[in-house]
């Protein structure tokens, strides 16, 4: 007499496949999708930094400049219009050491909305913000 192992199992490993193939195929474009959110956010990061560094230095330093020092600063996968806002407002933000300058930069997509893999087009913005202390004047 000749037992059989296993019985009918010929296509249990291609069912736990498919059970499996669409957990995985999630989990695969999640990572994907917070790779591209997380740069966005570093790259608008990176932009206020700058900003703010531009600005921080003062004297002979005006509003242009602060925002082409942002503009230069490469967003990755950022296609919408930047805007950007100097803290204190007025013109000399830099009267004093003392005194501390804030850049923030913000973005919202060309048409509000941005895409991602998988998931499409999604309805956001990215706001982000650097501070610097002023550097002393120089004479």
Not at 38 to 66: K, N
Not at 83 to 107: L, N, Q, R, Y
Request: aromatic residues 8%.
């Amino acid at each position: 007499m000749h037992l059989r192992r296993g019985g009918r199992e010929h296509g249990a490993s291609a069912v736990e496949f498919a059970l499996v193939l669409p957990i995985l195929v999630l989990l695969v474009f999640g990572i994907i999708t917070f790779g591209i959110v997380f740069a966005r956010s570093q790259g608008m990061e990176a932009a206020a930094r700058e900003g703010a560094r531009m600005a921080s230095l003062g004297r002979g330093v005006e509003r242009v400049d602060v925002e082409r020092a942002v503009q230069n600063t490469t967003v990755p996968f950022i296609d919408g219009e930047i805007g950007v806002a100097i803290s204190p407002t007025d013109k000399d933000w830099c009267a004093s050491t003392e005194s501390f300058v804030t850049v923030t930069v913000s973005v919202v997509a060309a048409d509000n909305s941005l895409t991602i893999p998988l998931f499409g087009d999604i309805s956001t913005s990215y706001e982000a913000s650097g501070t610097f202390r002023c550097e002393a004047p120089h004479d």
